[in-house]
């Protein structure tokens, strides 16, 4: 779950990170209300997950109320890359000195925690990565040693902070490790970290995701979960109690089981094509849910081809093909269907599919899973 930089900067206090007062506003009198508690100057920035606010024109320095009212009123309702600005975040504005850069994120591969930290902040970290490698040290870290003041500070030294701001940038990162780690996140990440004239080190943004699995352990999250934006597909599928989640390619993925629905992926994937979505429809096929499925991928502009990729187990081969039937009786979809039907029952499936008098035009049957994909791919081309 991706947090908001206001809600990012709340769980960061929690953390004694030194983040700057503000306030959050919906409205422009909101906004106003928030500047006069926080003091001018203040800085108005747009609340949307996306990265590149300030170029965007989401992030104005005010000076007084009348300032607050121009900029709020400009970035309320304001798109930025897809976003729609629904509220600011408005804080009492810094003087900056130097930015820099920090974050935690889990190293999968090394099953290491993986900190990295720059003193070339301020810009999309991928730009300093592409143009200046070197200027980012990357540490791995051992969850079960952790991170204590004296390696923050050699980590300091070591990515070249500059001397008076390296005390400063250590005790920020053992705090903000503390944050990634006791407070679960797949993501901790300050950019910019700010030195102030006056030598103290502050965070200026936050990026916080936090690590779904762990949502037993913190009640706290529900009002975070509150204000998550689903985009469109997503929020049918989720009323239709779809495991799905959105993605960017062509060919809509069907498939009972996650595992099965990952290798799905990889597979249309390594074919050369793009998967439009995961979607696991789980143990049962019966045509609600198989409906349902084809609606929520058929609600996707981008989807040019539909796999369908069933192995039966307890699922039926014969009742997967009737629910596909049915479903497709209901659904007028815009792409065709390419079907891989295995295990339990599949003869008896495939039979009924064949003699359903569905045109070869919108749905088609692959005994494998390979020869499925390249037949899916090959209709999004
Ligand atoms: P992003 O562009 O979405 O990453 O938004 P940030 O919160 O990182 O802000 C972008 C830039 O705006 C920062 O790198 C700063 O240069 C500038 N900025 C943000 N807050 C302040 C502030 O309080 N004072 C000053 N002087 N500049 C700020
Ligand atoms: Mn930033």
């Given at each position: 779950m991706d947090l908001f930089e206001y809600q990012g900067k709340q769980y960061f206090a929690r953390f004694d990170i030194p983040v700057s007062a503000g306030g959050i506003a919906h409205t422009v009198d909101e906004a106003v209300a928030v500047a006069e508690k926080a003091g001018y100057p203040v800085v108005v920035k747009a609340q949307v997950q996306v990265g590149g606010r300030g170029k965007a024109g989401g992030i104005k320095l005010a000076n007084n109320a009348d300032e607050v009212r121009t900029h709020a009123g400009n970035i309320i309702g304001m798109d930025i890359k897809g976003h729609l600005v629904k509220r600011v975040w408005v804080e009492h504005a810094s003087d900056i000195a130097e930015e820099y850069y920090a974050s935690f994120t889990l190293d999968r591969a090394a099953k290491k925690h993986l900190l990295m930290l720059s003193a070339?902040?301020?810009?999309?970290i991928e730009e300093v990565a592409a143009k200046?490698?070197?200027?980012i040290l990357l540490q791995h870290i051992d969850p079960t040693v952790g991170l204590d003041a004296a390696a923050a500070k050699a980590a300091a030294v070591k990515a070249r902070i500059p001397e008076k701001a390296q005390q400063g940038v250590a005790d920020i990162l053992v705090k903000l490790y503390r944050c990634f780690t006791e407070g679960d996140c797949d993501l901790a990440e300050i950019n910019p970290l700010i030195l102030k004239p006056t030598g103290e080190v502050h965070a200026l943004d936050a990026k916080v995701s936090l690590?779904?699995?762990?949502d037993y352990r913190h009640p706290e999250w529900a009002e975070y979960a509150a204000t998550v934006e689903l985009d469109a597909r997503e929020q049918l599928a989720r009323e239709k109690g779809l495991q799905y989640i959105g993605l960017d390619g062509t060919v809509g993925i069907i498939a009972n089981g996650a595992g099965l629905a990952m290798s799905t992926l990889d597979v249309v994937n390594q074919v050369g094509g793009t998967a439009a979505n995961f979607l696991d429809i789980g143990g049962g096929a019966n045509a609600d849910l198989m409906a349902g499925a084809l609606e929520v991928i058929n609600?996707?502009?981008?989807?040019?081809s539909i796999f369908i990729n069933i192995f039966g187990g307890i699922t039926r081969g014969e009742e997967v093909a009737n629910g596909i039937v049915e479903a497709m009786k209901r659904v007028e979809l815009r792409a065709p269907i390419v079907i891989r039907l295995d295990g339990t029952n599949a003869e008896q499936g495939r039979e009924i599919l064949a003699n359903a008098g569905i045109p070869e035009s919108k749905l088609t049957s692959k005994p494998t899973m390979l020869e499925a994909a390249q037949a899916a791919v090959a209709l999004a081309k």
């Open positions: 070339e902040g301020g810009v999309e200046n490698p070197a200027a690590d779904g699995n762990a609600s996707d502009q981008k989807v040019k």
